[in-house]
């Protein structure tokens, strides 16, 4: 879920600006280019997961509010934000189509807090989730596949096509997980907090999406998340190869 509170033209120039930049240098290097032509199914699976999921679990809660709206679906079209799609090929992070929720049709078991964090939580969850299933796949085809697959074009490609799903979802995962709004992290964190604290947040919701926008188009928010992308991916990586042998 990604929704900023304030006048989205000025996010909408800057990532104009952003992407005719990158685009510059994908011109200049077909390499790079092709690297992101590569990665456009990983970020059509990424986005497409992570906001089904965001509306299944609030479906599994007791709120039709998705569902009702066509977003319990695995049809990317029903999910894709065009600006949010082209940042996260860009830029290696971005978002979907918020899937509206409402907390006060949540189950009465828990509170609507607890619930809105637990929702929040099933995107980032389901791209690492991901992440997982496709780095056993692609250890399972480097293992069992045979050389003649491995070296081949269309084995390349795929590997390539593999590894690019990875690493989109792991990107999008730890990036929804900053605490800052419009992120899920914000939301996640929200029951952990003392009543106070809850209280200032909520009233300073917006300087906090500034302060975020801030962050990512000076490209600290990048800085600030590498460690955890590098992290996360070594340790996947590790249980895949752990898990295959």
């Known amino acids: 879920m990604f929704n900023f509170s304030f006048d989205k033209r000025v996010i909408y120039v800057v990532i104009a600006i952003m992407v005719l930049t990158t685009l510059v240098n ?58 949010g799609s082209l940042m996260l090929l860009f830029a290696g992070f971005g978002w979907g189509k918020p899937v509206h929720v409402n907390p006060r049709n949540y189950t009465r078991k828990i509170s609507m807090e607890k619930g809105e964090a ?16 496709f780095t056993l796949i692609y250890y399972g085809l480097y293992r069992f596949a045979g050389a003649a697959f491995l070296s081949s074009t269309v084995g390349g490609i795929v590997m390539l ?32 907090l003392p009543y106070k604290a809850k209280e200032w947040f909520v009233n300073n ?14 490209g600290i928010a990048g800085m600030i998340i590498s460690p955890a992308i590098n992290g996360i991916t070594s340790g996947i990586l590790s249980l895949g190869r752990l898990i295959i042998g």
């Open 161 to 192: 096509l593999i590894s690019a799903t990875i690493s989109v979802n792991i990107g999008l995962g730890v990036f929804n997980l900053i605490p800052l709004p419009p992120l899920d992290g914000s939301k996640i964190i929200m029951p952990f």
């Open 118 to 133: 637990i929702v929040s939580a099933a995107g980032p969850i389901m791209n690492f989730l991901l992440a997982i299933v």
């Open 205 to 218: 919701e917006q300087i906090f999406s500034l302060v975020f926008v801030v962050l990512w188009i000076t």
């Open 26 to 83: 994908y011109i200049s290097n077909p390499g790079a280019l092709f690297g992101l032509l590569a990665s456009i199914p990983g970020v059509l699976i990424a986005i497409t997961f992570h906001e089904f999921a965001h509306g299944f679990v609030a479906y599994k809660l007791g709120d039709n509010t998705a569902k009702n709206e066509g977003r319990l679906s695995l049809n990317p079209f029903d999910h894709l934000d065009p600006i």
